[in-house]
């Protein structure tokens, strides 16, 4: 079975988020499922400079008149079509923001552009290869299956996958004329959007199926509260609507083997992330009080609850707790964390940015992860938590609701909890868990079994690759 992805970031080429992630480990895991699926993404120079050998098998025009290339490429046990396209994508900023932060004005044309090449390989523009089904990724990639449907490719089975519906891709009206698309494409049935265009609710309304990063969202994105705008459309769709929960590449995430922290160590064996706790405070300039060390590794932004973490921090270390936070967003939310860290010298740290063997050594060594997201369709952090006996404190939503066991006392009794989770999501709720998390860390044997039992977590790819091969294998029997 031969499956293409189309995605705007793959780890390890390219990331700003946990979408990066999930395209770069599904590939792997669905591969021992007998799934070769190859991945389309833009030829930003971050990721032309890592390539070794890329060859050329293909050119096409894009809509907009401009010549693209398509190279194909192995990396770190990937197969990739890479869009050779440096008008659209040679730029100096990050892949979706100038150096200054801002937009590129041009990002409904760079996506368009690599959705329009997606579709292109859909019909055979590959003379060695062809898939079988279209995976597209989020909104940047989600005008793929559009581009299928407008142009006689409807029958190949198409889904696109919601990381995210806070995001949409929504543009003006004046671009439509440029998208190379019938008339008929610009109505409630297709792109249009409260007079918009916008790229997402194409692609839910043309792709097969819509899936979403974990069952719990799925249900969540059918609510007005959730939906965004998008849950009258998301439900005349819910037979064609599934959740399948993100998993972490085990490889990459394993505490055993880890080259970016201190010390290695495992389930039954935590003594050794004393090390890691000792570097952690270390590389953020933190005091050692014998309380519980917290940690955020997280877009600074108040969808993840940023906010209520800048609110609770006096009082965290009121009650002898530590804080380290990594992360970078919101000007306002960063300013309020950095002024807590001022306040609090060698109780409250923050570095401002995006360091990812930081965020390893940071699941090593601090004692909990805090989530207090408003929505979060999965989260990863809160897996790699689990993973490295850093017991997530989460917000009952999306995927942390999935995926983290409550220490309630019968969790407890039962030896299966594996963290923290509240609602409502209001700093006294907050609070409270904080209190409770508080309580247990003071009983080392309650800490230590939450830890373990986190470790013992199946956080892998593997049921979730087996679900994705199921549905591929559904869709083809539509065929």
């Known amino acids: 079975m031969n499956v293409l992805s189309v995605a705007s970031e793959v780890f390890p080429l390219i990331k700003t988020g946990g979408l990066a992630d999930v395209t770069g480990a599904l590939p792997l895991a669905l591969d021992a499922n007998g799934v070769r699926m190859r991945t389309l993404l833009p030829g930003y120079p971050a990721v032309m400079q890592q390539l070794t050998k890329p060859r050329k098998i293909a050119t096409l025009p894009s809509v907009f008149g401009d010549e693209m290339r398509i190279l194909a490429a192995q990396h770190a046990g990937l197969d990739l079509f890479v869009l050779d396209a440096p008008v659209y994508f040679d730029r100096s900023g990050g892949p979706y923001v100038d150096a200054t932060g801002k937009d590129y004005p041009d990002n409904w044309k760079r996506f368009a552009v690599l959705s329009q090449a997606g579709a292109e390989i859909a019909r055979g523009l590959l003379p060695d290869w062809t898939p079988d089904i279209v995976h ?10 559009v581009y299928m449907r407008y142009s006689g490719l409807g ?62 969202y799925a249900q969540e994105i059918r609510t007005p509260e959730f939906g965004m705008g998008l849950d009258g459309l998301i439900n005349a769709r819910a037979g064609e609507l599934m959740g399948i929960v993100n998993g972490v590449d085990t490889a990459v995430w394993d505490p055993t083997t880890d080259p970016h922290i201190a010390a290695n160590y495992g389930p039954g064996a935590l003594r050794a992330r004393s090390k890691n706790r000792q570097a952690l405070l270390d590389r953020f300039g933190l005091a050692d009080g014998g309380g519980p060390v917290f940690c955020v590794v997280s877009r600074l932004a108040w969808q993840k609850g940023i906010d209520l973490i800048a609110e609770v921090a006096d009082w ?8 380290a936070v990594l992360g970078t967003g919101d000007q306002g939310l960063e300013g309020a964390l950095l002024a807590a860290a001022s306040r609090h010298r060698g109780r409250v740290g923050i570095i401002i940015g995006y360091d990812e063997p930081l965020s390893h050594l940071m699941q090593a060594g601090a004692d909990a992860i805090l989530i207090p997201s408003r929505f979060e369709p999965c989260g990863l952090t809160q897996l790699y938590g689990l993973r490295y006996g850093c017991v997530p404190i989460v917000a009952r939503t999306g995927g942390l609701a999935d995926t983290v066991i409550d220490a309630n006392e019968a969790a407890l009794s039962a030896r299966v909890a594996t963290g923290f989770q509240f609602a409502p999501v209001t700093t006294d709720a907050f609070r409270h868990v904080l209190r409770r998390a508080f309580t247990a860390f003071r009983d080392p044997k309650v800490w230590a079994r939450l830890q373990n039992q986190g470790m013992k977590s199946d956080v892998s790819w593997k049921k979730s690759a087996e679900r994705y091969v199921s549905l591929y294998s559904s869709l083809l029997a539509r065929v």
Do not use: C
């Not at 519906?165 to 698309?181: M, S």
């Not at 965290?316 to 804080?323: C, K, M, P, R, S």
């Open 136 to 145: 597209a990724h989020d909104w940047q990639a989600a005008m793929t299956p």
């Open 155 to 216: 029958h190949i089975p198409s889904i696109v996958t919601v990381h995210n519906l806070a995001f949409q891709g929504q543009f003006g009206p004046e671009i439509f004329p440029e998208l190379g698309l019938p008339p008929e494409a610009f109505s409630v049935e297709g792109l249009e959007y409260y007079g918009d265009v916008s790229f997402m609710k194409g692609g839910l309304r043309t792709a097969w199926e819509v899936t979403t990063v974990s069952p719990t």
């Open 316 to 323: 965290i270390v009121a009650e002898g707790g530590t804080l």
